[in-house]
């Protein structure tokens, strides 16, 4: 398996950001962490390994950031209103940065679908509903799309756009609607075993249901825990299957 890191100073974040890339060929697929973890993780944690025979074959081509997390909401000594101003501009750095970086090693017309479990898998499928301009879908293993579940009572402008619980319902803008509809790759997975919260996943798929935006809500059994394990069979399994 080809692997290139490769880093910049990021412009939005005012830091240097590294990114690992995975694969020489095919849709694009960009990795969010989890929590509070850093742009390796999937690599440490045998995700990239469980999904290498996709990526050899060229079907996929992987892009792994840092998330800011530590930085943001899970760092608990700082203001939240400095929280959500941090967040912010880690999604400029993603919109501004990454997809002009994914689109120079791939092309202008490769899709390009986030994937992430836990908070990645809200900060996947945010980036998605935020900007279907740029991004084509996303894949979300063992997510809540509520961010005031991190945000410890925090609420304010930045919040609700960046909680897809709370603007999706209220989204009425219909050229973006139809950019989200036009997706076939909205992917809400979820166990039902150890510290993982189906119901999280099953009240984002009400609310797209109720925007007519299509989208795949799949709830695994109660032995399917909120681990490693769990999301190195979701993720291969749907990239053979559904693409």
């Not at 941090?86 to 791939?106: D, G, L, M, S």
């Not at 894949?139 to 991190?150: A, K, N, P, W």
Request: overall charge negative.
């Amino acid at each position: 398996m080809e692997r290139q890191i490769s880093s910049w100073f990021s412009p939005a974040l005012q830091k240097e950001m590294p990114i690992a890339v995975y694969g020489h060929y095919g849709t694009a697929l960009l990795l969010i962490p989890t929590a509070a973890a850093d742009f390796l993780e999937y690599e440490r944690f045998q995700l990239i390994e469980s999904i290498r025979p996709f990526v050899d074959s060229g079907k996929f081509k992987v892009f792994s950031i840092d998330s800011i997390n530590k930085e943001s909401w899970m760092n608990n000594e700082m203001d939240p209103r400095h929280k959500a101003i941090r967040h912010q501009q880690w999604n400029e750095y993603v919109f501004a940065e990454v997809i002009p970086f994914v689109r120079h090693h791939t092309s202008q017309d490769t899709q390009i679908i986030t994937a992430g479990a836990s908070f990645g898998a809200l900060h996947a499928a945010n980036l998605f509903f935020r900007r279907p301009d740029l991004i084509n879908g996303c894949i979300s293993m063992s997510g809540v799309y509520d961010l005031t579940e991190y945000t410890k009572g925090y609420f304010d402008e930045d919040v609700y756009f960046n909680s897809p619980c709370h603007y999706l319902p209220n989204l009425t803008d219909h050229h973006i609607l139809e950019q989200i509809r036009r997706s076939h790759h909205i992917h809400l997975l979820s166990g039902s075993g150890a510290y993982e919260d189906p119901e999280g996943a099953r009240r984002l798929a009400g609310i797209l249901y109720s925007k007519n935006i299509w989208y795949e809500l799949d709830i695994w059994g109660s032995d399917i825990t909120h681990d490693w394990p769990t999301w190195c069979k979701m993720l291969p399994h749907y990239l053979g299957t559904r693409f």
